[in-house]
């Protein structure tokens, strides 16, 4: 399985920007699909969730601004982000399990399958 990110670059405070993950290989269905962030000297931070199921996730600093969708047929999972701010700046990447969804086996257990990431800056 691999995971391709898309759509980062540098967008100023207040900007929108759509990331993409492309899944190429195994044609299972993952269980649950993920976008997860890290920011140079922090700790990776999952960022929101989607489940097979159609359950989300977002981290409270995300809620409202951020959008995470997925399209089964195209095997891809999205990003939509509004009002970005300079505290979003951080390398985004995708991850998906190949089985169990809840919140707590992620962040207990997590992910099966990563993606290189992508870059995303918020200039103020």
């Known amino acids: 399985v691999q995971l391709v990110e898309s759509g980062g670059g540098l967008v100023q405070a207040g900007g929108s920007l759509t990331l993409s993950c492309a899944a190429s290989?195994?044609?299972?269905?993952?269980?649950?699909m993920a976008w997860y962030r890290q920011a140079p000297g922090k700790e990776r931070e999952l960022v929101a969730t989607?489940?097979?199921?159609?359950?989300?996730y977002y981290v409270d600093s995300v809620k409202g601004r951020f959008t995470i969708s997925r399209d089964n047929v195209k095997n891809s999972l999205h990003l939509q982000m509004n009002s970005l701010k300079p505290e979003d700046t951080a390398m985004y990447s995708c991850?998906?399990?190949?089985?169990?969804?809840?919140?707590?086996?992620?962040?207990?257990?997590?992910?099966?399958?990563w993606g290189q990431g992508t870059q995303v800056t918020v200039s103020s």
């Open positions: 991850a998906a399990r190949a089985d169990g969804e809840a919140l707590s086996t992620i962040l207990n257990y997590g992910m099966d399958f």
């Open positions: 989607l489940s097979e199921h159609g359950n989300t």
């Open positions: 290989g195994n044609t299972f269905s993952f269980s649950v």
